[in-house]
């Protein structure tokens, strides 16, 4: 088998000089987590979805986390997760003392 010379990449970054700018520009603040560049994706976030809020958070992970303790998910509760997911699905659920019921999918016609 012939072992291919250059990487194949699925998706090839598409940066724009713009976007570089704006990195640099948050890099040289020192304001990389918080700060006004992420206040104002917040506000244009939620201009273009047209509502209220927006609030930006650091992973996927922190997401599940507090849209599940903003739901009530508590000690003594029972969360369906899916059988193929990443394991932070399961873990905050743990995290909040609840118990996750793995529950598997079957495509029907």
């Not at 700060?35 to 104002?40: A, C, L, Y």
């Not at 303790?69 to 193929?84: A, S």
Request: negative net charge; aromatic residues 8%.
């Amino acid at each position: 088998m012939k072992i291919r010379e250059n990487f194949l990449s699925i998706a090839v970054p598409d940066i724009s000089e713009e976007e570089r700018k704006e990195v640099a520009e948050a890099l040289d603040s020192g304001w990389i987590s918080v700060g006004p560049k992420v206040k104002e994706f917040e506000k244009q976030f939620a201009e273009y979805h047209e509502v209220k809020h927006a609030v930006a958070m650091s992973s996927c992970t922190t997401a599940l986390f507090i849209a599940a303790k903003v739901l009530g998910v508590t000690k003594g509760d029972y969360v369906i997760v899916p059988t193929i997911t990443w394991q932070s699905t399961a873990n905050i659920v743990e995290q909040l003392d609840a118990t996750p019921l793995f529950c598997d999918v079957e495509l029907t016609n």
